[in-house]
């Protein structure tokens, strides 16, 4: 197969100055893409901002192997922030083409102990912040012609301990991709979820909810290097998939689908026949459908 090439494409990356959105970015780069590195410089859990400028350094790198980049310090979670992060594309490069939402921040705790205003943290980081990208940059994906658009989630919006904050914030993300999914094909615009694995800062900070041999592994075996070409292939103008789930960890890549049953149908239901037929609610049969925006 020839080398799939990113020359002219202009594409932002959030939360790219770290972990797994530095991966994209330096591979993206690496491929010909104009790369806006946008990253706030936050901490782990999105509490407070570190001192320290990420987005720049990774810039820096990408000029220094001849690729163009340029950073953008702002925060996704807000209205303004988001809006600046796509106008310096538009600035810096004149068009943009594709987004990849994966600034994201966690802090694990029970569900009765996690306070209202973490659960709203989480929401506004993952849920709005990939909103507010998508939002600001639409008008630009459209123009664009081949508008991709990839959002981060995880395997925790199915279940994780500890993580019911985190998970349903990006389950939210999840359903936003859906929908943006549907509205953006008739524009062209591509929309999918990734949900990845990675030994990085935060996965560090997750440890309390991972075995030390869970951490251990994705320390070794799980790099950010691993997610990056996933991410790439589905902004790329001939990935023609979308409002999919895919999960990539080292250098594993799969498809989450989302099933309905062909299940029961009873005109005179009661609750003793859903009782007695849940078996065939339940049941995974070949008439099983997957959910799909596009059929493939
Ligand atoms: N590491 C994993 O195994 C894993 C698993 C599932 C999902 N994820 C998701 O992957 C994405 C990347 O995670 P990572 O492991 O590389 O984490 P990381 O902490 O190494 O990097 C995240 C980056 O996002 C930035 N950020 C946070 N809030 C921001 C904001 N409001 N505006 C702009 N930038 C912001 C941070 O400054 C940081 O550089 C996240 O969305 C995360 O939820 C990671």
Same mark, same amino acid.
């Given at each position: 197969? %020839?080398?799939?090439?990113? !020359?002219?494409?202009?594409?932002?990356?959030? +939360?790219?100055?770290?972990?797994?959105?530095?991966? &994209?970015?330096?591979?993206?780069?690496?491929?010909?893409?104009?790369?806006?590195?946008?990253?706030?410089?936050?901490?782990? %859990?999105?509490?407070?901002?570190?001192?320290?400028?990420?987005?720049?350094?990774?810039?820096?790198?990408?000029?220094?192997?001849?690729?163009?980049?340029?950073?953008?310090?702002?925060? $996704?979670?807000?209205?303004?922030?988001?809006?600046?992060?796509?106008?310096?594309?538009?600035?810096?490069?004149?068009?943009? %083409?594709?987004?990849?939402?994966?600034?994201?921040?966690?802090?694990?705790?029970?569900?009765?102990?996690?306070?209202?205003?973490?659960?709203?943290? =989480?929401?506004?980081? =993952?849920?709005?912040?990939?909103?507010?990208?998508?939002?600001?940059?639409?008008?630009?994906?459209?123009?664009?012609?081949?508008?991709? *658009? $990839?959002?981060?989630?995880?395997?925790?919006?199915? +279940?994780?301990?500890?993580?019911? =904050?985190? +998970?349903?914030?990006?389950?939210?993300?999840?359903?936003?991709?859906?929908?943006?999914? *549907?509205?953006?094909?008739?524009?062209?615009?591509?929309?999918?979820?990734?949900?990845?694995?990675?030994?990085?800062?935060?996965?560090?900070?997750?440890?309390?909810?991972?075995?030390?041999? $869970?951490? !251990?592994?994705?320390?070794?075996?799980?790099?950010?290097? &691993?997610?990056?070409?996933?991410?790439?292939?589905?902004? &790329?103008?001939?990935?023609?998939?979308?409002?999919?789930?895919?999960?990539?960890?080292? +250098?594993?890549?799969?498809?989450?689908? *989302?099933?309905?049953?062909?299940?029961?149908?009873?005109? %005179?239901?009661?609750?003793?026949?859903?009782?007695?037929?849940?078996?065939?609610?339940?049941?995974?049969?070949?008439?099983?459908?997957? !959910? $799909?925006?596009?059929?493939?």
């Amino acid at each position: 197969m %020839d080398t799939l090439s990113f !020359e002219d494409r202009v594409v932002v990356v959030t +939360g790219a100055g770290r972990g797994i959105g530095r991966a &994209h970015s330096l591979l993206l780069a690496a491929r010909g893409a104009q790369v806006v590195v946008a990253d706030l410089g936050a901490s782990v %859990d999105g509490s407070g901002v570190d001192g320290d400028d990420p987005a720049g350094d990774v810039v820096a790198e990408i000029r220094a192997a001849g690729g163009q980049a340029v950073a953008c310090r702002a925060d $996704v979670s807000t209205e303004t922030g988001a809006t600046t992060i796509v106008d310096s594309a538009v600035k810096e490069f004149g068009r943009l %083409d594709a987004v990849i939402n994966n600034a994201g921040i966690v802090r694990t705790g029970s569900f009765e102990a996690i306070p209202a205003e973490e659960f709203q943290r =989480h929401l506004n980081v =993952h849920f709005f912040g990939s909103l507010f990208m998508c939002r600001a940059a639409w008008p630009h994906l459209i123009a664009s012609g081949s508008g991709r *658009v $990839v959002n981060t989630i995880s395997a925790a919006m199915l +279940g994780n301990p500890l993580m019911a =904050h985190y +998970g349903s914030s990006k389950g939210a993300v999840f359903a936003l991709t859906r929908n943006l999914a *549907v509205e953006g094909a008739e524009h062209g615009i591509l929309v999918n979820s990734l949900a990845p694995g990675a030994g990085t800062r935060m996965a560090e900070n997750s440890a309390e909810s991972l075995s030390p041999e $869970v951490m !251990e592994y994705m320390r070794t075996q799980l790099l950010p290097e &691993h997610v990056a070409p996933v991410a790439a292939y589905l902004i &790329h103008p001939t990935c023609q998939v979308t409002g999919e789930i895919f999960n990539a960890a080292g +250098g594993g890549v799969s498809r989450t689908a *989302v099933v309905t049953t062909p299940g029961i149908r009873e005109t %005179d239901l009661t609750i003793e026949t859903v009782a007695e037929r849940f078996d065939e609610v339940m049941a995974l049969t070949s008439e099983a459908r997957p !959910e $799909v925006v596009i059929a493939p």
